[in-house]
Nanobody, 127 residues
Framework: QVQLVESGGGLVQVGGSLRLSCAAS????????MGWFRQAPGKEREFVST????????HYADSVKGRFTITRDNAKNTVYLQMNNLKPEDTAVYYC????????????????????WGQGTQVTVSS
């Protein structure tokens, strides 16, 4: 069992930056591929970014590529999402997720493949 707690959300103006954190407790953090997803009101949850178990590989949705950066610190059991040049369409609840089945260099983009989810943190970008 893994518990995930997101933090770092808030209200920011267009063009601003935020860094989200997701702290994990439980089993060995490096056993999990990690991902960030978001869900805006009235929309389905969508993939944002994923990082492999040792942080060697990353993948991004086209909508955030070049603006968001995912990293992880396995010593601190934490995954981060640095978000720059934020746009109003980035407004959503952001969730982190952990996949216990991913291979060492695996990247996971589909929500059903994830085993554990955090409660989410709200990001609001005002224009």
């Amino acid at each position: 069992q893994v518990q995930l707690v997101e933090s770092g959300g808030g209200l920011v103006q267009v063009g601003g930056s935020l860094r989200l954190s997701c702290a994990a407790s439980g089993r060995t953090f490096s056993n999990y591929a990690m991902g960030w997803f978001r869900q805006a009101p009235g929309k389905e949850r969508e993939f944002v970014s994923t990082i492999s178990r040792l942080g060697i590989k990353t993948h991004y949705a086209d909508s955030v590529k070049g603006r968001f950066t995912i990293t992880r610190d396995n010593a601190k059991n934490t995954v981060y999402l640095q978000m720059n040049n934020l746009k109003p369409e980035d407004t959503a609840v952001y969730y982190c997720a952990a996949d216990a089945q991913a291979p060492l260099f695996g990247l996971v983009t589909s929500p059903p493949e994830y085993d554990y989810w955090g409660q989410g943190t709200q990001v609001t970008v005002s224009s």
